[in-house]
């Protein structure tokens, strides 16, 4: 069993930025994908950003030239940048660990843009 664990969300204003982390605790991390979601009230979860287990990266069109995803595989850990963070970004962000047939997830960091 993986537990990931994020942290980093919080308030903040239009235009600002929030760094999330995710801490795993497999000592594999390097060997798996790893991935950035969100939730929003009433709507679906969505992919925000993904990295391969080679350091690939994609990221949803309403995030890119805005969002940064990254890992430090000595460490266990995944990060995701947001600048320029807009009100339609809120949302629950949660890590997601991905490959050889398992998928896990870490509780959640809640990321709130207002005023």
């Known amino acids: 069993q993986v537990q ?9 204003q239009p235009g600002g930025s ?13 060997r798996y994908n790893m991935a950035w979601y969100r939730q929003a009230p009433g709507r679906q ?10 350091g690939s990266t994609n990221y ?18 995944g990060s995701l940048q947001m600048n320029s963070l ?6 629950v962000y949660y890590c ?3 490959g050889y047939g398992e998928n896990y997830w870490g509780q959640g960091t809640q990321v709130t843009v207002s005023l």
Not at 4 to 12: I, P
Not at 18 to 28: D, G, I, M, P, T
Not at 45 to 52: C, G, M
Not at 86 to 91: G, M, Q
């Open 18 to 30: 929030l760094r999330l982390s995710c801490a795993a605790s497999k000592n594999s991390f390097s």
């Open 45 to 54: 979860r969505e992919l925000v950003a993904r990295i391969t287990s080679g």
């Open 60 to 77: 949803a069109d309403s995030v890119k030239g805005r969002f940064t995803i990254s890992r430090l595989n000595a460490k266990n850990m």
């Open 4 to 12: 990931l664990v994020e942290s980093g969300g919080g308030l903040v």
């Open 96 to 98: 997601s660990l991905l």
């Open 86 to 91: 807009k009100p339609e970004d809120t949302a």
